[in-house]
């Protein structure tokens, strides 16, 4: 099932171009290697179509450690979980990297190591402060 960093990052960028004119991408949260093996495996009713590719979300991340989804599960963690992903899927996996921290500096060494172990996408949030999980609504004050 060896599948390269390369063949990843192409596929997704195959279906984000072919996104617009043919069909929505499909995208399934992987918290851990099983949920990414049931995401390849998972087929729809016709047995045609699965998922395109997995997310890897801080909000699950947290969750499978009791924690709150404040960033509060540090990168190495995070890190383990996307490798046990990569390692039982060949999906082009989306890492969710919150607001990138609180030190850009930091970020790009994240976003290296991320890139060597296969990861297809960084998506960021523009938020500043302390992250507040976007399920509280309005009720969590957000700063843009």
């Known amino acids: 099932?060896?599948?390269s960093c390369v063949q990843r990052l192409?596929?997704?960028?195959g279906m984000l171009a072919a996104a617009n004119r043919s069909r929505p991408i499909s995208v399934m949260?992987?918290?851990s290697g099983l949920s990414a093996l049931i995401g390849e495996k998972a087929k729809s009713t016709d047995g045609k179509r699965g998922f395109d590719a997995l997310w890897s979300s801080s909000l699950t991340s947290s969750t499978i450690k009791?924690?709150?989804d404040i960033e509060v599960?540090?990168?190495t963690q995070r890190l383990q979980i996307v490798e046990d992903i990569l390692e039982s899927s060949t999906l082009p996996l989306i890492y969710d990297g919150d607001?990138?921290?609180h030190d850009s500096e930091i970020f790009k060494f994240t976003v290296k190591k991320l890139n060597r172990l296969?990861?297809?996408a960084v998506i960021i949030e523009d938020k500043t402060g302390l992250k507040q999980n976007s399920l509280f609504g309005t009720d969590a004050k957000q700063v843009l």
């Open 10 to 13: 192409t596929s997704l960028r």
């Open 29 to 31: 949260e992987a918290h």
């Open 118 to 120: 296969g990861v297809s």
């Open 66 to 68: 009791a924690k709150p």
């Open 1 to 3: 099932m060896s599948v």
């Open 99 to 101: 607001t990138g921290g």
């Open 73 to 75: 599960v540090d990168t």
